[in-house]
């Protein structure tokens, strides 16, 4: 079957270090990847877009990684704040539909 | 940027009556948007594609005349909720492709639905 995993429980970490959030998916082949965080009560706002001929794309202190052979993303927030606190939904694109399909969500806590 | 706009955030409402939720682009033409519903501390999942001057397309297990959905112009796409009842309350956001490429999808802030 086609899943879409992301750590369900939170992530807790201290302020300044380093938030690595894990997304996989089994029997997808997706054409691209997106991040996107949500913050309680609102919409998702996009984040990062990573293609498949790409393995790492780079926005101040995000970075994303993306492996077609581990059908595996790996977010990563550097030098993180407590404002940097919210639920992360990784979600796959496929180039036949504009349609994208959600991860259940990562809660990264930051602890001042 | 691209901004979405989505009305009522909030929205109670009695059993068995209809509901209609807005969403509009407000500084694009989408000709595409999407309606998601999301339980709490659940994924976003996919109800239907709305397609500017023709029918919805419904992803599978979503009754299309309980949601009815109308994108009668390139700016404006709405979701009716008929017939509602407590299992329909749910929080329903709506999505749109601006430009596309690198920029992802512009979500509305989504819209609390309360069915007592």
């Known amino acids: 079957s086609q899943k879409i995993e992301q750590n369900s429980e939170a992530l807790n970490i201290q302020e300044g270090k380093t938030a690595t959030l894990t997304c996989n998916y089994t029997?997808?082949?997706?054409?691209?990847l997106q991040w996107y965080r949500q913050d309680p009560g609102r919409g998702p706002v996009f984040l990062l877009l990573?293609?498949?001929?790409?393995k790492e794309k780079r926005k101040e202190r995000l970075k994303v990684t993306f492996d077609t052979t581990l059908k595996q993303s790996l977010f990563h927030i550097t030098a993180s704040q407590p404002a940097d606190s919210a639920t992360y939904l990784c979600?796959?694109?496929?180039?036949?539909?504009?349609?994208?399909?959600f991860g259940s969500g990562t809660r990264l806590l930051v602890r001042p | 940027g691209a901004v979405v706009s989505q009305h009522p955030s909030r929205v109670i409402c009695k059993s068995g009556t209809s509901v209609k939720i807005e969403c509009r682009s407000l500084d694009f033409q989408a000709t595409t948007m999407f309606w998601y519903r999301q339980f709490p501390k659940q994924s976003l999942m996919l109800m239907a594609t709305?397609?500017?001057?023709?029918?919805?397309?419904?992803e599978q297990g979503v009754e299309k005349d309980k949601f009815l959905i109308n994108h009668a112009s390139l700016t404006l796409s709405t979701l009716t909720v008929t017939s509602a009842h407590p299992e329909d309350s749910s929080f329903y956001i709506c999505s749109a492709r601006d430009r596309g490429g690198d920029y992802g999808y512009t979500f509305g802030s989504g819209t609390r639905l309360t069915v007592v």
């Open positions: 029997n997808y082949s997706p054409a691209y």
């Open positions: 709305s397609n500017e001057g023709s029918k919805a397309t419904y």
């Open positions: 979600a796959l694109g496929m180039d036949s539909s504009y349609k994208l399909i």
């Open positions: 990573i293609r498949e001929n790409e």
